[in-house]
């Protein structure tokens, strides 16, 4: 029998408690996600005081969006196994000492290396923040929010790069967009240390290091491969030796989880639609929006011919476009249901980076930066809750962390390549010119590529994402949820659904 009674309200202390971990969570989510776009803002100082070449730049970027890409998964694993809390300190205390040496680098090898180690830190730090907060907020209306929170925060760290990374390298240095993180990751380290209780799955299996070795190093090789045809053509050596040998490495690492008594991505979790459609649908998300900020602040400073600081403050409307998105995605979602929420979201940025690809060379703030850029990012914030409740729907307690891991290894693998293709894409329409037409030219050929990949993502999240239905009221009959810990339904017949034990 289902119990209609009121439920007891949690003790004050309980409470405070829950949302302590929340907020631990979230900051810890928030830091991973900064660290994807601050330093944009401060490539150029970085090229000038550590002699960078322009590739050299890109790997400022890559670095980090890889390793955090190709090791998530080996995180979400070792949450599972070794403990919610464990995983959290030992992410966040990596993140700290990489981000601390990062900010020392006296070589570009230096920074490229701290930067790789920033994303492995973040690799193990993120999928614990989702599952200690899924398992320290009961199912429901108040998880639903959580999570809103979570995406929310995470959305905002992407955003407030731009603007955090400006006033710090025109403030300070371009160190500090590094250094920022040491004195905020010791002090959630010595909260977590206190709050956080700990959790695991029970699963005592070792962890599959080969695949999470083999995913990263497919993954750079491939976009190291696409990021040489700038230079050397898609048919050079150069080219065709890292690019395929990348692929090559993909397609062993798929072997070897099919094969593997204790895989690092079992592909039975791929059966399930809502687990499979989501994940897709995120890469195709995060290949099409990730890029936006690099663009959009290269852009500003050498096109319109901002300052750093200015350069981040203009894009604050959509950094503010991508938080309220993702905020107000829960209680739209109640209404409508994850999918139409998902495909809506993706067409708003579609039309956001079609609107951005007319950009000229003496462009208005308010056209060429500011409301195409509103639009981008509030249609990225509707679509990514929707597609992250979905992809952890029906997740077993033992998968909790590698469901979660699997959401943002999918959205930060999908940037990590898209940010490769588009900006090849933009350097063969630059053709090696240093002239701001060129340049504008090749940016809009970039915005113009994003707003055809989300458009043919919309078709497909509207052909392949599980539709949604409504419990009836007094109904006894279970019904699978396509928010899964975060509630909401599908039309995916699951016989049984499980959220992550506390």
Known sequence: MVDDSTPTRPPARSRTRTWAVVAAACTGQFLVVLDV?????????????????????????????????????????????????????????????????????????????????????????????????????????????????????????????????????????????????????????????????????GDRRRVDLLGAVLVTAGLAATAYGIVQTEASGWTSAATLVPLLGGLALLGIFVLVESRAAAPLMPLRVLGVRAVSAANVSMLLLGSATFCMWYFMTVYAQNVLGYTPLEAGFALVPSSAAVFIGAK?????????????????GALVAAAGFGWQSTMGVDGSYLTSVCLPGVLMMAGAGLASTPLATLATSGAAPGDAGLVSGLVNTS??????????????????????????????????????????????????MLLWLPGSRTKKRGSGRPVARAEGPAGGSTDEPAPALHSPEA
């Open 37 to 201: 776009s601050v330093v944009n803002v401060a490539l150029p100082s970085m090229r000038t005081d550590l002699g960078l070449s322009a590739p050299g730049l890109q790997w400022v970027v890559n670095a980090y969006s890889i390793a955090f890409a190709g090791f998530m998964l080996l995180g979400g694993r070792a949450a599972d196994i070794y403990g919610r809390k464990r995983m959290f300190l030992t992410g966040l205390g990596l993140f700290t000492a990489a981000s601390l040496a990062g900010g020392f680098a006296q070589e570009g090898w230096q920074l490229l290396a701290a930067r790789a180690g920033q994303g492995l830190g973040a690799a193990v730090l993120s999928p614990a923040t989702l599952t200690i907060l899924t398992a320290a907020v009961p199912e429901g209306p108040a998880r639903t929010r959580a999570i809103g929170t979570w995406m929310a925060v995470g959305a905002g760290g992407g955003a407030a790069g731009g603007l955090i990374g400006g006033v710090l390298t025109d403030t300070l240095s371009w160190r500090w967009v590094l250094l920022v993180n040491v004195p905020i990751g010791v002090l959630v380290i010595a909260g977590a240390a206190v709050w956080l209780a700990e959790g695991r799955a």
């Open 328 to 344: 107000a995605a829960p209680s739209i979602m109640a209404r409508t249901g994850a999918k139409p929420l998902a495909v809506a």
């Open 411 to 460: 959205r930060t693998m999908g940037g990590a390549l898209g940010l490769a293709v588009l900006s090849t894409v933009a350097a063969a329409r630059t053709a090696g010119s240093t002239g701001t037409a060129e340049i504008t030219a090749g940016y809009a050929l970039a915005f113009r590529t994003s707003a055809v990949v989300l458009v043919a993502g919309a078709v497909m």
